[in-house]
């Protein structure tokens, strides 16, 4: 499943790209049979892009288990696993949990490409930090991957912005300021899983129709997908003045303890008296 950004950036590069199973609307979870069917099916050596850690927008991510699955069929299909990761450390609250997903892989000795994005855990928005690793299989290659990226790299941007990496090298080079930036990543986690727990606990104790609101705990991350639809999302917004993506994600990185009741109240009129 790629984000809308993600279609752009392939469209502008003249990529040709199909999407993968992944999110299932019956369950609010995801769709692993589908996942793994399609990329099966993919042409041997595709690139198959995947969230390293708190898949947006959906906040579902595979289980350790099933990752293991998804790097046996990338292995036997010769694919190039190309992990996005944007929000290592704000899942779990920590980095080296939040790495797992794409150690696996290296762990296999595969070719893995892994974009990472500083915006979220470094609070660096504008200053347009992140790296690109890539992990060869031998030196040669190395640099032949290396003189192709300068190439790309050359007439797009020339040359990366330099402020933000500074900002970057200074607290993880410094052992007492990457254990403060640790601790206060973990705060924030600890905060956003609060949040979900709480709200979860809201829609259960509001909600009598016994429906089963679980897939909210089981998801990770900055995000949550409610499982609303476009008109129920609408009348969030129409009705309740919440305002959301209309896939039906909300941010909870935006939400805090004092108004999980209220979204809840909004939630449940949506689900159960807008079709
Ligand atoms: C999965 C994913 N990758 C990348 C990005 C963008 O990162 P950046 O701010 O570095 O462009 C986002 C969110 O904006 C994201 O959710």
């Known amino acids: 499943m790629l984000t809308g950004n993600h279609k752009n950036i392939f469209n502008d590069a003249r990529v040709p790209w199909s999407e993968y ?18 990329i099966q099916a993919a042409p041997e050596g595709s690139f198959v892009l995947l969230h390293g850690c708190a898949h947006n927008p959906t906040g579902i991510d595979p289980t350790p288990e099933q990752w293991e699955k998804l790097a046996d069929v990338i292995e036997e299909k010769k694919h190039m696993p190309f992990f996005d990761v944007a929000y290592q450390g704000f899942a779990s609250g920590s980095l080296d949990e939040d790495a797992s997903s794409v150690r696996l892989f290296v762990k ?33 290659v190395a640099d032949r991957v ?20 500074k900002i970057v090298a200074n607290v ?23 949040v979900r727990q709480k709200l979860y606990d809201s829609l259960t104790e509001k909600d009598q129709s016994g429906k089963d609101w679980s897939f909210i705990l089981s998801q990770i991350g900055m995000f949550s997908f409610t499982g609303l639809n476009r008109p129920q999302s ?41 079709n």
Request: charged share 25%.
């Open 146 to 165: 290396k003189s192709q990226l300068k190439r790309l790299a050359r007439p797009m941007y020339s040359n990366p912005p330099i402020h933000g990496a």
């Open 21 to 38: 199973r992944y999110y299932d609307p019956k369950t609010v979870g995801l769709d692993f049979e589908g996942m793994i069917a399609d």
């Open 172 to 194: 993880v080079g410094d052992p007492t300021m990457f254990g403060e930036w640790k601790e206060e990543m973990e705060q924030m986690a600890g905060r956003i899983k609060n």
């Open 234 to 274: 609408d009348n969030m917004t129409d009705k309740w003045h919440i305002y959301m993506t209309k896939d039906g994600r909300i941010s909870l990185a935006g939400l805090n303890l004092a108004k999980c009741e209220y979204l809840a109240d909004a939630i449940i009129d949506s689900f159960h008296n807008v």
């Open 108 to 140: 296999r000795g595969l070719e893995v490409f892994v974009a990472q994005s500083y915006s979220k855990n470094l609070g660096l928005y504008a200053e347009r930090i992140g790296a690109i690793n890539v992990i060869c299989s031998a030196p040669e």
